[in-house]
């Protein structure tokens, strides 16, 4: 715990952030330097012990730590309410040295059927070929994730709103089968970010962000984080420094910038998602939809639980009919790109041939009447 008393709002605009003690800098400077000189060659040993001992402020290099990305580091563990936090490159270099952290050959993982395309890749085929087994099953079914736990399981890897077919996942249930193995519990939280979902007060070990999405919140960075307590953090920063998949610093004032509006904008993607869910669930055209938030949806009623300040921005639906009204959906759309990436202020559609023609809305923060005039259009194109 981070000790700060303060509003989860008022953490998001302040925490990690200080005046510039070199300069009264108000607003957090980037620390655009590779490295750092040192004020003797006596002192370089003494920084150099400490940052490998992952002491704050030891800055020698940006590869191991910088102030820009501290700040950032801080203002995510105190939003997750975690000990400690690392940034990385990107989501995935958050998703990879944390399970290359946790897991050695000969080790057994347990992992969501449903997430991200680029974390399969990493569960079914890079950890496979590092002598890491992975079996991944529905873990919305918690007989089955009992049922799979090994003796040598050492983790358990799951999404708490899953990408792209927004299972949600029973944190605390979870956490208690996997703790009861000898596992540690790992949260993806990208689609929720902590406005909406606390993994950690859950019972989770880890949670970690695809900061590209909603924590950065404007789509014009990549990024990664993980938070959680410092003895597991710590290991995880040796990892990313040996890998090297360190953030640069321009980067991590991005996000940082970004999370400042973070509640502010969670509580906008909702009330716009949860009217795109409201209209597409009324229309013939729709199949199936898949939003938390909506009384259609299979698991609502934990979502009610799990997430009482609303179930965030992200849906996905299917149309009546083929791949062809998927496509004349999305190429109908106007306010909306079609684009991979998701959290951003503006509306982005993903059509899914491979995923039984799936379509992934990353409902943005535009006026609602434009958002739903955009839905509007696409489903008047459906069937035409
Ligand atoms: C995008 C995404 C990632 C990967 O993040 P990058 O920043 O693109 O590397 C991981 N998990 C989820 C749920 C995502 O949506």
């Not at 003690?21 to 655009?32: C, K, L």
């Not at 949260?187 to 902590?194: A, G, H, I, R, Y």
């Not at 040796?238 to 953030?247: F, I, M, P, S």
């Not at 990353?362 to 739903?372: A, K, M, P, R």
């Amino acid at each position: 715990m981070t000790g700060d008393e303060r509003g989860f709002g008022t953490r998001a605009i302040h925490a990690g952030e200080t005046t510039d003690p070199a300069t009264r800098a108000h607003a957090t400077p980037i620390y655009q330097t590779a490295t750092f000189a040192f004020e003797t060659g006596e002192r370089k040993e003494e920084v150099v012990d400490a940052a490998m001992a992952w002491e704050p402020g030891s800055y020698f290099y940006t590869r191991t730590q910088n102030p820009t990305t501290d700040a950032l580091e801080r203002k995510v563990a105190s939003l997750e309410g975690a000990e400690a936090a690392v940034a990385c490159a990107s989501g995935m270099a958050a998703v990879s040295t944390t399970v290359f952290s946790l897991l050695s050959a000969g080790d057994h993982c347990i992992a969501s059927e449903d997430v991200f395309i680029i974390t399969r890749f990493l569960l079914d085929d890079v950890l496979a070929r590092k002598g890491i087994e992975v079996t991944r099953v529905d873990v919305r079914d918690l007989g089955a994730v009992r049922a799979a736990l090994r003796p040598t399981t050492r983790a358990v890897f799951v999404e708490s709103l899953s990408n792209p077919h927004l299972h949600l996942a029973d944190v605390a249930e979870l956490a208690e089968l996997a703790h009861a193995a000898g596992a540690a519990l790992v949260v993806d939280n990208t689609f929720l970010s902590p406005a909406l979902f606390r993994p950690l007060e859950h019972g989770a070990d880890l949670v970690l962000h695809s900061a590209t999405k909603y924590l950065g919140g404007h789509g014009d960075t990549v990024c990664g984080v993980v938070s959680g307590s410092q003895a597991l953090v710590d290991p995880i920063r040796y990892e990313l420094d040996a890998l090297g998949g360190a953030v640069g610093p321009f980067n991590s004032w991005l996000v940082a910038r970004g999370i400042r509006t973070l509640p502010l904008r969670m509580d906008a993607h909702t009330r716009n998602a949860t009217a795109v869910a409201e209209l597409l669930a009324g229309r013939g055209e729709v199949r199936s939809l898949f939003y938390p938030g909506h009384t259609s949806h299979s698991q609502h009623a934990l979502a009610q639980r799990l997430l009482p300040r609303g179930s965030g921005g992200m849906l996905s639906f299917r149309l009546e009919g083929n791949a062809d009204a998927m496509y004349a959906f999305t190429n109908a759309l106007e306010l909306a790109s079609i684009g991979v990436s998701l959290g951003d202020l503006k509306t982005l559609a993903y059509p899914m041939p491979k995923r039984d023609d799936l379509i992934r809305l990353s409902v943005g923060c535009e006026d609602v009447e434009d958002v739903l005039a955009d839905v509007e259009r696409g489903l008047a194109a459906v069937g035409r």
